[in-house]
């Protein structure tokens, strides 16, 4: 348990309504993560922070915005939601980003249905 | 491009049988490669890392990963299968010559494992 919680665990939600979903780690790790993971996909990169108020966006980034306004939080906004967002999205860390072998450690995920 | 491909979308086993997960990868220069196992409604759980030099690496549970690196293969195998093996497998990697902390994951492995 690499101490990163995740909340809500599920929601349901309308499109059109803003989500927010909140990543939490008790360990002042530096990197933190979002992925969402769908069926044939695996996992894919949606932002990720190197720091406080320090994002950068993955591969899935378009209608997801991030903020890191404290070491321990990493939020995750859905501006508009939209039944594409339809998924589980995991928060993950990374322990010692000073070692390239470093791995990520994932949360328990939080499964989201727009409706 | 980093990239991750793992074939199969199932493998089928019987318990006591050695098991196989195949990967395949491509990067830009040398890679860090993972494995992770998912148990249902749970977060992906690291299993074992490719240590540079080591060919065959030992993980959590009895499994461990043989490199090719002619093959660009990482193959994740156990010598003997157990029905809790059963889960959802991911291969995983990083660039070594990336700056930026980037994970780029497979689409996922079921493995069955039958008594």
């Known amino acids: 348990d690499a101490g990163i919680t995740q909340s809500p665990r599920h929601k349901v939600t309308e499109t059109g309504t803003p989500v927010t979903l909140r990543c939490h780690q008790t360990?002042?790790?530096?990197?933190m993560y979002w992925y969402r993971q769908d069926p044939g996909h695996g996992l894919r990169l949606i932002h990720y922070?190197?720091?406080?108020?320090?994002?950068d966006k993955g591969e899935v980034s378009d209608g997801y915005s991030v903020s890191r306004s404290k070491t321990e939080d990493f939020l995750l906004t859905l501006e508009s939601a939209t039944s594409s967002q339809t998924s589980v999205y995991f928060c993950?860390?990374?322990?010692?980003?000073?070692?390239?072998?470093?791995?990520?450690?994932f949360g328990n995920g939080t499964r989201l249905t727009v409706t | 491009a980093q990239s991750v491909a793992q074939p199969e979308d199932q493998v089928n086993v019987a318990e006591g049988n050695p098991l196989t997960v195949k990967c395949t990868y491509s990067?830009?220069?040398?890679?860090?490669l993972f494995w992770y196992v998912q148990y249902p409604n749970r977060g992906l759980q690291f299993l074992l890392k490719?240590?540079?030099?080591?060919?065959l690496v030992k993980g959590s549970y009895g499994f461990e990963a043989e490199f090719n690196k002619s093959q660009t293969s990482f193959h994740l195998k156990k010598p003997s299968a157990l029905v809790s093996d059963s889960a959802l497998y991911f291969c995983?990697?990083?660039?070594?010559?990336?700056?930026?902390?980037?994970?780029?994951f497979g689409s996922g492995t079921k493995l069955n494992v039958k008594p």
């Open positions: 360990e002042n790790h530096r990197y």
């Open positions: 993950a860390i990374r322990e010692n980003p000073g070692q390239g072998n470093s791995p990520l450690h």
């Open positions: 490719y240590i540079t030099g080591d060919n």
């Open positions: 990067v830009s220069g040398n890679p860090y």
């Open positions: 922070s190197y720091g406080v108020k320090d994002t």
């Open positions: 995983a990697v990083r660039d070594l010559n990336d700056n930026v902390n980037k994970f780029y």
